[in-house]
């Protein structure tokens, strides 16, 4: 069994920046960042590989968005620049805790999730 905890929402003025930390309490595999707005789909944001660190960001978000990770603190990070209205949403860290074929931006392929934390926008 594995926790994740995240940190780091809450309210930036649109062009801001905040940085979101997820900490796990064991050893995962390919870790991930997906958003949730009202009203919408859970939706893909970010991940990053254990071994080789290869990132996948939606295209929403490209540019703006950095994923890294500290596989020492098992801990991956979400840095949030020049942020907009739309990027408005709860934020969930996702982990996997084996190998799969699965694609990055796959929800269901993450069995591990974090309870969320809110992301606001003002513009």
């Known amino acids: 069994q594995v926790q994740l905890v995240e940190s780091g929402g809450g309210t930036a003025q649109a062009g801001g920046s905040l940085r979101l930390s997820c900490a796990a309490s064991?050893?995962?595999?390919?870790m991930g960042w997906f958003r949730q707005a009202p009203g919408k789909e859970r939706e893909f944001v970010a991940a990053?590989?254990?071994?080789?660190?290869?990132?996948n960001y939606a295209d929403s978000v490209k540019g703006r968005f950095t994923i890294s990770r500290d596989n020492v603190k098992n801990t991956v990070y979400l840095q949030m620049n020049s942020l907009k209205p739309e990027d408005t949403a709860i934020y969930y860290c996702?982990?996997?805790?084996?190998?799969?074929?699965?694609?990055?931006?796959?929800?269901?392929?993450?069995?591990?999730w974090g309870q969320g934390t809110q992301v606001t926008v003002s513009s």
């Open positions: 996702a982990a996997r805790t084996s190998v799969t074929a699965a694609t990055m931006p796959s929800l269901g392929s993450y069995n591990y």
């Open positions: 064991g050893r995962t595999f390919t």
């Open positions: 990053i590989s254990r071994g080789n660190y290869i990132t």
